[in-house]
């Protein structure tokens, strides 16, 4: 799979950036927080406030697991998914991750005025900026490339990615991931077979010990056959009761006179 995930801090441009790229490239855009929202029927804000962060990432690596199985997807992420490793293993399995960021000062005017961003509701939003930034400065260092939106265009950002994207080396990238994912295939149908051998051999061993118990032991009727099985017999008709006591009798009698001939043959000799 091919897929583009745009990831960054808030206020870098990954939703403007990726329905430009999405035009570009001639693929579909898609944005995790709108899918979320869709999801819960209300906003990531009220998502926040009520549910908690917790709940959110989870709904987001849930939404993330379910975008990474289409091809030729853009897909912006949430400011905060990096955050979680599992999301990184995912984006780099299924495709090329790529970070949009800028300075703390040209965030703030992006977002100034927005109520939707939850994390920058405080008093002083820069400062706010500045710490998450240090903090996700890890994260967002582990994707495959970085771009600079402070002072670029939509259009120029859009072409710089198209760019990364089509180099050789990119698609030397892309190979190794299409083959990574048929190595997986190839060991997962492999498992598969091997767990259909090992319960074949089960039925087979259960066949075996039936059949050995079946022809080495003679079967022991209860005193009254009649009447135990049609006292332990529910919801099934007289005439299948007589049916199976007959076939069982015929069996024990049948048995019961080969031992009488083996028993004179033995005599005899």
């Known amino acids: 799979m ?131 930034l240090k903090l996700r400065s890890t994260y967002y260092a582990k994707a495959d490339k970085t771009i600079d939106t402070s002072k670029l265009s939509v259009t120029q950002v859009a072409e710089k990615i198209v760019k990364v994207t089509t180099s050789p080396s990119h698609k030397v990238t892309s190979r190794k991931v299409k083959a990574q994912g048929k190595r997986r295939k190839s060991r997962n149908s492999g498992f598969i077979a091997l767990l259909g051998l090992l319960l074949t051999a089960a039925i087979i061993c259960i066949m075996a010990y039936i059949a050995l118990n079946y022809y080495f032991k003679r079967p022991a009727l209860p005193e009254n056959i009649d009447n135990s099985l049609s006292m332990s017999g529910q919801g099934i008709n007289t005439s299948t009761y007589k049916s199976v006591i007959d076939t069982t009798k015929k069996k024990v009698q049948e048995i019961e006179k080969q031992e009488r001939e083996h028993a004179q043959q033995l005599e005899g000799l």
């Open 2 to 132: 091919a897929n583009i995930y745009l990831v960054g801090f808030m206020g870098t441009g990954k939703t403007s950036v990726g329905c430009e790229l999405a035009r570009k490239k001639k693929w579909q855009f898609l944005d995790l927080d709108d899918l979320i929202e869709l999801r819960e029927k209300r906003t990531v804000a009220d998502i926040f406030s009520k549910s908690g962060e917790p709940y959110f990432r989870r709904l987001e690596k849930e939404i993330l697991k379910e975008a990474s199985k289409e091809n030729n997807f853009v897909v912006a992420c949430g400011g905060g998914i990096v955050i979680n490793h599992d999301n990184i293993k995912i984006m780099k399995e299924t495709g090329t991750i790529i970070c949009l960021v800028a300075s703390a000062d040209r965030i703030l005017k992006r977002t100034s005025g927005y109520a939707h961003r939850p994390l920058l509701n405080v008093k002083d939003p820069k400062k706010q900026i500045e710490h998450l």
